[in-house]
T-cell receptor, first 117, second 118 residues
Framework: AQTVTQSQPEMSVQEAETVTLSCTYDTSESDYYLFWYKQPPSRQMILVIR??????QNATENRFSVNFQKAAKSFSLKISDSQLGDAAMYFCAYRSLTTGTASKLTFGTGTRLQVTL | DTGVSQDPRHKITKRGQNVTFRCDPI?????LYWYRQTLGQGPEFLTYFQNEAQLEKSRLLSDRFSAERPKGSFSTLEIQRTEQGDSAMYLC????????????????FGPGTRLLVL
């Protein structure tokens, strides 16, 4: 079974600064997807960024980018130019691409990001 | 596209009562997922439907839990004889399967139903 570990329960960043959230995972599979989801307080979870394991190039979505290290099974999220609206719980998630398995997501325990003025 | 909706948003019940939650996925999404999220934890997979067929159930889904998706549209999750340990946020997500092995399938989440069992 796959596991996802987020070792930072809370992080804080000043507005306009850069912050990196860590995620490691354990799997024996070679093909999979990794995701970062954002869950603002009392609001629904939304996808921030996704990474296909077969791609060596790190995914980027505007101010959000990842550092995907497949051999190390590491998948960190970098938020540049942090904004107050970035304050939320961030979840790292894994999805298997093995034939016959459901496309369920396996989540980490989350990192609460605070953005200060 | 109005997104995934869930009803009710909050539910307080007494131990031993039955509760039912509803999820309306994004129209034309053929996949629907239920997850459970307890305080301080990430969501945990409960069950998954492709159209009306329930294709996978987690071991977390005890026999007190049942989910249906008649006609492949909305889904209901029922918990019978609720226990205090059932208190959690129940999240629904939907997606449109496509491409080889799911391709770039993205799960869109609803706002959740927060259940409190007294």
């Amino acid at each position: 079974a796959q596991t996802v570990t987020q070792s930072q329960p809370e992080m804080s960043v000043q507005e306009a600064e850069t912050v990196t959230l860590s995620c490691t995972y354990d799997t024996s599979e070679s093909d999979y997807y990794l995701f970062w989801y954002k869950q603002p307080p009392s609001r629904q979870m939304i996808l921030v960024i996704r990474q296909e394991a077969y791609k060596q190039q790190n995914a980027t979505e505007n101010r959000f980018s990842v550092n995907f290290q497949k051999a190390a099974k590491s998948f960190s999220l970098k938020i540049s130019d942090s904004q107050l609206g970035d304050a939320a719980m961030y979840f790292c998630a894994y999805r298997s691409l093995t034939t016959g398995t459901a496309s369920k997501l396996t989540f980490g325990t989350g990192t609460r990001l605070q953005v200060t003025l | 596209d109005t997104g995934v909706s869930q009803d009710p948003r909050h539910k307080i019940t007494k131990r031993g009562q039955n509760v039912t939650f509803r999820c309306d996925p994004i129209s034309e999404h053929n996949r629907l997922y239920w997850y459970r999220q307890t305080l301080g934890q990430g969501p945990e997979f409960l069950t998954y439907f492709q159209n009306e067929a329930q294709l996978e159930k987690s071991r977390l889904l005890s026999d007190r839990f049942s989910a249906e998706r008649p006609k492949g549209s909305f889904s209901t999750l029922e918990i019978q004889r609720t226990e205090q340990g059932d208190s959690a946020m129940y999240l629904c997500a939907s997606s449109s399967a496509g491409g080889l092995l799911g391709g770039r399938e993205t799960q869109y989440f609803g706002p959740g139903t927060r259940l409190l069992v007294l």
